[in-house]
């Protein structure tokens, strides 16, 4: 290979770069003047890429210093003189003065330079582009942007010689107490000075000039303002104009944050309003005399309400108040309603009682259809009370679960301060089975129903509700009194949802006897049995532990003397056997117990030339039937009829008072009088008329009533004796579980469990304990008296 043809050399040297000797301060002068130009508006005539080349330049020959701080020196000079020439002026005549068009003057001659110094700045600092890139990366300075912003800062607003900021503060606080009064400000020249003020940082760069210099001060004359307005304001504002006043002030300074200040301080200003205007004043505005919250309450005025609860609800403290005040009201309201209920404890006057002048007024002795209208009567104003606050919770109070708790915890304390909540409960449900719902479409009866199982889900004393729904239930079952099956089911489920169950257990049971027993009837039918009778016998077979004792109460012998009741001799008795040999040899193993206490009859009976059918119940029915076996006009002794029929003498005495004594007389009794002895003597009455076919004789299946105080003792021993077993069952279920638990414990679990259906004292657990330690199902331990033991 030959070399001949090689370049002599290694490699290729860059060609020098020659440039021309300048003098930086020339080329600084240069950039000054394009400066001073762009403030005067002119920067159109610049020629921006000499400009860069400049600021380039000047950093590549190590002069960058030179154009920074010579940059930041023009800035100072500049923004100095402005001040002295436009500013200065408007400042003293504002302090000198202060007005809204001296603070008008201020503010914008401040928002204009600020407005300039801006724009010049984003042009100078793409001009000294390079400058920010380099120098200031390596000498740890502020970027040109940043620079020009601390120099307006320090020489227009924090100048030593004046501070402006302070004029500033108060020209703006100016604007907006005058703006407050009605007067129209410059929103956009306070927009534009509030921005100046939110970008430059406080020399003690901990925030803004603005949270530095104008928002405490702010706040601050807010508070005073307002504080004024609410004193002046209660004077002659009732609680509803007081809320709509306050919401107005709350609007417009949000509004105004909205327009001109930061969202911080549009939440700050809110909180001293709610502060000045509500916090402090929180109880005198509901309290204010003749236009507070109760009258608001009083008149359902749910706009006012709405706007109150908005205002008291960011306050917990106010809404504490509120929540109080409507609680309070609605147990005032429910203690006037329960007033309604005095006479219900009264019974008649005992022979020789009278009234002395420092007695209290006695209520009036009401008969027992009055009682029962003035219970009906309660049940109805508590539920209605109920809507109008439930409805008032929906369009007023947003649904808050806290005032319907407030709401609820009052209805629950007005229900259960009523003894006989549970009953009257369960009388208004039975009324609205029997008749109530009969006028009413299918969504009026689904409310009332459910407002009824919200009623029941405050009672305290729900084994008490059972025990009286149970009896009314029965009546209704047996008897043919409800208008709706579907309506009876319905109301069950409900119940079943709320307790369980177990709760509705012998209620289900009710139902299923009924359905079984109307399946046997037809079979009974189907067989050819009923056609021997001559007449249509509808029998109801139930289990007994499902349902009630449907008789009043009475003592124990009068209850086993009920079992040798019998039919007179003739249809009924043959019926009543045939019916009894029949469903015997079908189930085999049962035993039936005939009770004719709660069954009833329709009977046709003939009053000389006119026929009504009577609607009795099944005693009454062996009475006449006894009348009907005689001669006529044959009388028979008190005595002879309970011979015959082996009724007991206490109920033979009100079912004679019933046919003999009462409205309708379908005997006639000697000697006339309302009481009943063996030697008395009946007679049919055949000169008995009514104008009415269809005649109904009031006995044991009358339509439910209140409890007389008997009937209510009565009530409650057989509650009382339930409860007893619910405890100690409750009590054996947690020591088989514990095996061994402290007194304390015990008592607090057991509570606990039985809770939803009553609340039992600790002395009545205290009871039940004893009573199983004596029978044996647990013990005291030897070593602490307070443990007990389970004995398996």
Request: glycine share 6%.
């Amino acid at each position: 290979m030959s070399f001949a043809s090689k370049r002599p050399g290694g490699r290729i040297l860059p060609v020098t770069r020659l440039t021309p000797q300048v003098n930086p301060q020339e080329q600084f002068a240069k950039l000054a003047a394009a400066i001073e130009e762009i403030y005067n508006h002119n920067a159109s005539k610049l020629l921006f890429e000499e400009l860069y080349r400049i600021g380039y330049g000047l950093v590549l020959s190590k002069n960058g210093a030179l154009a920074y701080d010579g940059v930041k020196g023009v800035l100072e000079a500049h923004l100095r003189r402005c001040v002295r020439q436009d500013i200065l002026g408007h400042a003293d005549a504002a302090q000198a003065a202060p007005t809204p068009t001296s603070s008008d003057a201020l503010l914008s001659s401040v928002r204009v330079l600020w407005s300039e110094h801006v724009t010049a700045m984003l042009i100078i600092k793409d001009i000294l582009m390079y400058v920010d890139r380099v120098y200031v990366e390596n000498a740890h300075v502020l970027p040109v942007y940043e620079m020009g912003m601390c120099v307006f800062r320090d020489q227009v607003l924090l100048a030593p010689q004046r501070r402006l900021s302070a004029d500033v503060a108060k020209a703006v606080l100016g604007q907006i107490a005058a703006e407050r009064r009605g007067a129209e400000v410059g929103r956009g020249v306070l927009r534009g000075v509030v921005d100046m003020l939110v970008e430059l940082q406080d020399t003690s760069q901990l925030g803004t000039v603005y949270e530095a210099a104008l928002e405490p001060q702010l706040l601050l004359e807010t508070r005073t303002h307002y504080e004024g307005v609410a004193g002046a304001r209660l004077t002659d504002h009732g609680a509803a104009a007081y809320a709509r006043a306050a919401q107005d002030d709350i609007d417009a300074e949000m509004g105004r944050a909205d327009a001109y200040l930061t969202p911080s301080t549009g939440a700050s200003l809110r909180r001293v309003l709610l502060d000045e205007l509500i916090s402090k004043r929180a109880n005198e505005i509901l309290t204010t005399p003749g236009a507070g919250l109760v009258q608001l309450l009083d008149q359902r005025d749910a706009g006012a309400l709405r706007v109150l609860f908005g205002l008291y609800s960011p306050l917990p403290a106010a809404l504490e108040v509120l929540h109080s005040g409507i609680h309070s009201h609605i147990l005032e309201l429910g203690k006037l309603s329960a007033e309604s209920l005095a006479p219900l404890s009264v019974g008649p006057n005992p022979e020789g009682a009278g009234c002395t002048e420092a007695a209290q007024p006695v209520p009036p002795v009401l008969s027992v259809a009055a009682k029962t209208a003035v219970a009906l009567r309660w049940v109805q104003d508590v539920l209605a009370l109920y809507d109008v606050y439930d409805g008032l919770l929906r369009e007023a109070f947003g649904e808050s679960q806290d005032m319907r708790k407030a709401i609820h915890d009052a209805f629950i304390q007005i229900i259960n301060a009523n003894s006989r909540a549970a009953e009257l409960l369960s009388l208004f449900i039975d009324e609205s089975l029997r008749s109530g719902l009969k006028r009413k479409g299918e969504q009026e009866a689904e409310h009332l129903l459910e407002r009824s199982v919200l009623m029941f889900r405050f009672l305290q004393n729900k084994d008490a509700f059972e025990h009286y729904y149970k009896s009314h239930l029965a009546k209704r079952l047996l008897f043919g009194r409800s208008l709706s099956d579907d309506a009876e089911q319905s109301l069950v489920s409900k119940l079943k949802v709320e307790c369980g169950s177990q709760f509705t257990l012998k209620l289900e049971g009710m139902f299923k006897d009924m359905q079984l027993s109307a399946d046997l009837a037809q079979g009974f039918k189907d067989a050819g049995v009923a056609s021997e009778l001559g007449f249509e016998m509808n029998v109801s077979v139930l289990t007994p532990t499902f349902w009630p004792a449907l008789a009043p109460p009475m003592p124990d012998e009068t209850k086993r003397d009920m079992r040798s009741v019998r039919p007179p001799a003739g249809p009924l008795r043959h019926a009543v056997e045939l019916f009894s040999d029949t469903y015997l040899e079908r189930h085999s193993g049962r035993r039936l117990e005939w009770q004719y206490n709660m069954g009833s009859a329709d009977i046709k009976v003939q009053f000389g030339g006119r026929t009504h059918e009577l609607n009795v119940s099944t005693y009454q029915m062996f009475i006449l039937m006894l009348f009907a076996d005689t001669e006529e006009d044959a009388p028979l002794t008190a005595a002879a009829i309970q011979e015959r029929t082996r009724i007991p003498w206490e109920v033979l005495v009100r079912q004679l008072q019933s046919l003999a004594c009462a409205k309708y007389k379908i005997l006639a009794k000697a000697p006339a009088s309302r009481t009943i002895s063996p030697t008395d003597t009946f007679v049919f009455n055949s000169e008995f008329t009514s104008p009415q076919y269809r005649v109904r004789i009031p006995a044991v299946a009358a339509r439910s009533s209140v409890e007389g105080e008997k009937e209510k003792a009565a009530s409650l021993a057989s509650i009382g004796k339930e409860r007893q077993y619910l405890i100690e069952a409750a009590l054996v279920r947690i020591m088989k579980a514990r095996k061994q638990v402290m007194h304390e414990q015990l008592v607090s679990e057991a509570v606990s469990q039985l809770a939803g259906r009553f609340l039992p004292t600790p002395k009545m657990v205290k009871d039940a304990v004893g009573r199983l330690i004596d029978r044996e199902y647990l013990q005291r331990s030897p070593d602490d008296p307070r443990l007990y033991v389970y004995l398996a």
